[in-house]
């Protein structure tokens, strides 16, 4: 067994104890608290200020060492690429505007920059910790118990069950259509076949190409998703009329 | 007291085969050649027409149309709902062991299953609606499976005759297992060569966790060699063995995440294109004409070439009842098929796969098909292979590379000239 | 008290083959709004959004199986795609596509319907990203993560967002519902 796999979040058991981890170590994302007695520990060492600055940075680093295990260096870079994008847009943008208008904002400069630091380490921290809570709480378990409800709640479960199913048969066709592009399109995005055309003509012909493929994609999507429906909900309005004959007879 | 009957109904076009399935079942099954407006216009048509329920045991045109629940479990658990008053997990995994399945599947959504195991637990399935379906109609029962796993079918079949039910059953002219009337033609290709290079690829597929649950998974192909294949040569193996995935290899779509697979013709290309089983999905629910202008809107000649493919390809099928290109837009699986294998010959790659060529076409048709596809291609220095569990395509094939499962995650490859 | 049009909408809704049809076909919408939401995410520069087409769903959602069907597309389906995406929007995702779907449904001129469902989908951001969550962001770290400049700056790519979405939404509507 994997010496690691202790501190990955995911593999906890039961998933209330899960729950709990989860809770406890994003305490600071969910109260002002840590962050006020961090900083109060670091006061003894720095200016009172800077502690308060950076004891976000290091909630946001304890944080990361949190979700890392769960995620995989690959997944958690990619989460992290995102989340660092997120945060120095938010960042960036309000600060400029600020600085342009700032009869319009009328905050004072200091404490703009303080917090749009902590928010800048805040989004770097909600992120990961919230994909990774979604991540290592799978929802198929809650499906299934929903799908399999006693009276009265039956119809509901079979409604659970035929959306789920539904969503399921979505994510093959997109899966498939995706492949099919793939297959087609190798660079997704770039028509496969150029021609001659110069520069020009190839512009105005990918934009043409780009519009219909968006219109084929669409079209595609919903006459695929819907073929199977009619065979589904006929099965479905059988088990239900068969449940509710089993209810009146065991009634 | 009923007589059970046993009743075969055979047809030219996959179009009649859905017609019948459709009379028989009162089933709505919308028919995706037929063109977007048709199609929305009949399923209007559906929504707004009264209910019609069968209670009939099912195995629809496609593995996966008559699964409607989540995953196999909830599949058997209401099957088995009217007989057992609480099916057990236990009941349930030996009605899936029973069929060959793993009971590992049984809370595997059901898309993550391959065509021979949903087609496996439509038998399990139908085995316990056997008390109390009024009839059992297959539709293509036998298509997806392997030879050696028939006699599912028979078990079957002998269950239903013992209870007195009948049981009809709808395929295609010329169907290996229920219409084994074999082609006289005698297919004559002169062998083409192209160089394939096997490195010991490996794909790694990885775990997801939301929204739902998928397994990681790994394919190894332990297999290192470079051979000199003579096309058209087949690509076949057991169900499940990883026959898809390779040709994905092949064709790119699937990655590899270590080792090698590359193809060479005897001019240097080094592509490879792909025609999955699934036309209508494959043409983006477009027909031929907006197909082949979408792909070359910048390439005039190419598109004037994949045109020129088509209609000579179309042509061999000209006085066959098969291809009703009409003025209502109208097209037939088999148009479709050939406007895809058109738009691909005229990129001109090193390798042309045909992944279950047969699908959808009765026997006549398939062959003939790949027949004249082969003619052509060989003409135009492009490679042909065929991936099938099917035996018909043996009598194609100058070589043959078998797939053979070795553990879970490994596969190894033979290759064997015909 | 109800209009013609609302009784339309109903008869519309109940003629349908049955509740299980109803909840396959808004499954399905909400399903297909997850996934475009999902997968063509164009990332705005300067601003913490993305441009996705996943309005053309909820709009046709909307104008297509009336209110109560808009109002589930666009709650459940958008909210499913936050969850891949940034979970924390979740509230503000539920709270304001399934109002946009739900204006979608109204009985009313169907046009009229798309652009008001777009105008609420702009607006409902706005006030999310420039009062609520600050608000909640001074009790509740987990919601500082966005202020009212990046609002402002997100408003054009809403809006550019919302009316692709009424276009799309109203042409698909007239494709696929239109038919008899």
Known sequence: MNRFNVFKIHLVKPFWLRFIIFIIVGLPLFSNFPALFISQILSKFFNPEFALIISYPLISFFIWLFCLPSLGLKKFLDYMSAAFLMALTTVITSSLLQNLFPFIFMENAYAASVRLLRLYFNVLAVFPWSLTFINSFSPDSIINALTQLRTPFREAGLHFALALRVFQHVGTVVSKLLLIWKERYPSLLVMRHTGENKKLKFIFAWVRWLAYSVIDWVYASIILTFEPIPAMVNEFEILSERNKKNDFSEK | MNSATYNIYTFDTFEKLVDRFVASTGLYFPKLSEGKDSFFKGFYNWLSAEKKNSNFALIAPEPSQALSLPNPAQVLYSALKPVINSPSEDCIFEYLYKYGLDPSISTQPITTLSGGEMLLLNYAKAEAQADYAERFIASNPIFWLNSSRYHYWLNLKELYSSKQKSIDVIVLNGDTYFDNTDSENDFNIKPLEFKLSIQEPKVCFPEIRFPIYHAARAISYKCHKEIIVKSPFLITGDNGVGKSIFSGMLSSIVDINSGNLSVEAINGAASCRLVFQEAVSQCFALTPEKLISGVFCADYEKKLLAQNFFQRLISEFNNHEDLQVSDNNIYTLLSLKIALIAERLADKPALLLLDEPGWGLSCKDAQLLVYKVALLAHELGIALGIVSHQPTWHKFAASKLTLKRLSQNEVDIEYESI | ?180
Request: aromatic share 10%; net charge positive; no cysteine.
């Open chain 3, 1 to 180: 008290m109800s209009s013609k049009f609302y009784q339309k909408e109903i008869r519309k809704m109940t003629s349908q083959k049955s509740k299980f049809a109803q909840t396959a076909l808004i499954s399905a919408l909400a399903a297909l709004t997850a996934v475009t939401t999902i997968m063509v995410r164009v990332p705005i520069p300067a601003t913490n959004g993305y441009f996705n087409i996943g309005d053309v769903f909820i709009i046709l959602g909307g104008l297509w199986l009336g209110p109560k069907a808009g109002l589930i597309v666009g709650a459940v389906g958008s909210s499913v795609a936050d969850a891949v995406g940034f979970p924390v929007y979740i509230p503000a995702t539920f709270a304001v596509k399934g109002l946009e779907g739900l204006v979608a449904g109204l009985p009313i001129k169907k046009t009229v319907a798309a652009l008001l469902a777009a105008i609420v989908m702009v607006a409902g951001y706005y006030v999310f990203e420039a009062f609520i969550y600050p608000m909640l962001g001074n009790r509740i770290p987990m919601f500082a993560i966005t202020t009212p400049e990046a609002a402002l700056i997100a408003l054009l790519p809403n809006a550019v967002q919302g009316i692709a979405g009424a276009v799309g939404g109203l042409a698909l509507w007239h494709s696929i519902a239109n038919k008899k």
